[in-house]
């Protein structure tokens, strides 16, 4: 995830603390995304769960799930994002919510909003959630159409002036799409209309239906991704200079972070430099180092992505074992830094930067290992040797 605010405002305001460096061989926590349930009263198309509404064998249950916010505490692990399928669809949402919290957590909900009401808004609220994210995915006919359910777009949209109203931090999440790309504009200004205080744009992966060919060919072009980006660059810069503490970031594709450096280079060349090192501090993509993911049965995955590759199950191990004292190949191979990728992304001169980008879109075209289809980068931004041209000679 790409933090283009707080970049922005460091190099707004130099005394700013920065995010530190990267931890090497994992040893640093990890952000914790948990999908505490695959039942979902959507099903939306790109879904990377495939969830369903229906109810999925062999969940982990209360006392278990109990027990594993004990395990990841004693791990180290302080940032907890509850997700699903649909997580207020759980009965113990509220009482897992809680102990988190009472255990020290960083505790945020991601969540579809539809089933935020008046009903329950106060048991939501009660639950003092540090962040809850509701995911936007266009206007009403496109959201509508992506999320397979119509009203969708409106109860969303109820849910995030619910939580406003009762004063909870909200965040409005989009994933780039070629259906929404035209709708950028409009879905900032919903994020100012209903005074969201964070957007987060995702690039769309593939994994779950989001692996299939209708959604994957709905994926934004390179050049559509770029301008979405340059937007958010703006908008971001400009509440950094009104003294607005909104929150803009990206996720899912690292190459943002060398777009940024470009973006500032051309419109704050004097902080060109300093962003650079802050970037290659931060070191790009960290699925298996500074993410992980635990599924509805307790398999663990380096992020939300990878739910076709397991590296432990909490039900078996303790995180700290799985993750820490004996982790498996893969995630050993996904700490190197930079990784040992192949084609473009290990002739890249930012592959520091971006640490090769998202590996599942990559193994999704068939080599884990081999460069990102969805990087943006032309050659020579990259810094590839340009093709020589034989010169025409004159008849």
């Known amino acids: 995830m790409l933090r283009i605010s707080h970049y922005l405002r460091a190099l707004a305001r130099p ?85 988190a919290r009472q255990r020290g957590f960083f505790v945020a909900l991601s969540t579809n909003g539809t089933l935020i009401d008046e009903h329950n808004i106060e048991q939501i609220a009660a639950a003092k959630y540090d962040y809850v994210g509701i995911s936007i995915d266009g206007l009403e006919a496109v959201h509508d159409d992506w999320r397979q359910l119509k009203g969708s777009f409106a109860a969303s949209m109820h849910a995030i002036d619910l939580c406003r109203g009762h004063g909870i931090r909200v965040g409005l999440r989009t994933t780039l799409t070629q259906n929404n790309y035209p709708q950028l504009p409009a879905l900032l200004a919903l994020m100012r209309e209903h005074d969201v205080q964070k957007f987060y744009l995702s690039h769309l992966n593939y994994s779950g239906r989001g692996k299939r060919s209708r959604s994957r060919n709905a994926d934004a072009h390179h050049q559509m991704t770029r301008d979405a980006m340059y937007q958010l660059f703006e908008q971001a810069w400009d509440d950094v200079q009104h003294g607005r503490e909104t ?56 992020d939300t992505y990878w739910w076709q590759h397991a590296v432990g199950n909490v039900r078996r191990q303790s995180f700290r074992e799985l993750w820490f004292d004996q982790p498996e190949p893969l995630l050993t191979e996904l700490r190197q830094h930079p990784r040992a990728v192949t084609g473009r992304c290990a002739e890249c001169r930012w592959l520091s930067i971006c640490n090769g980008n998202t590996r599942t879109r990559a193994w999704a075209e068939g080599n884990l290992w081999g460069e990102d289809p969805g990087c943006y980068l032309s050659d020579q931004e990259i810094g590839l040797p340009q093709p020589q041209r034989i010169p025409s000679i004159a008849l």
């Open 247 to 302: 929150d803009f970031v990206s996720g899912n594709n690292d190459a943002d972070a060398v777009l940024l450096l470009q973006w500032v280079e051309a419109r704050l060349p004097e902080h060109r430099d300093r962003l650079e090192r802050m970037l290659r501090a931060w070191g790009g993509n960290a699925s298996g180092s500074g993410i992980a993911n635990i599924d509805n049965i307790g398999d663990v995955h380096p």
């Open 15 to 99: 005394a700013m603390p920065v995010l530190g460096a990267r931890s090497t061989g994992g040893a640093r926590p990890p952000v914790v995304i948990w999908n505490l349930l695959r039942r979902c009263n959507l099903t939306c198309k790109h879904c990377y769960a495939t969830s369903a509404d229906s109810v999925f064998r062999d969940e982990l249950d209360t006392t278990e799930a109990l027990k594993v916010i004990d395990d990841l505490h004693e791990a180290g692990v302080r940032v907890l994002i509850l997700s699903g399928g649909e997580p207020l669809l759980r009965d113990d949402i509220f009482e897992l919510s809680e102990y």
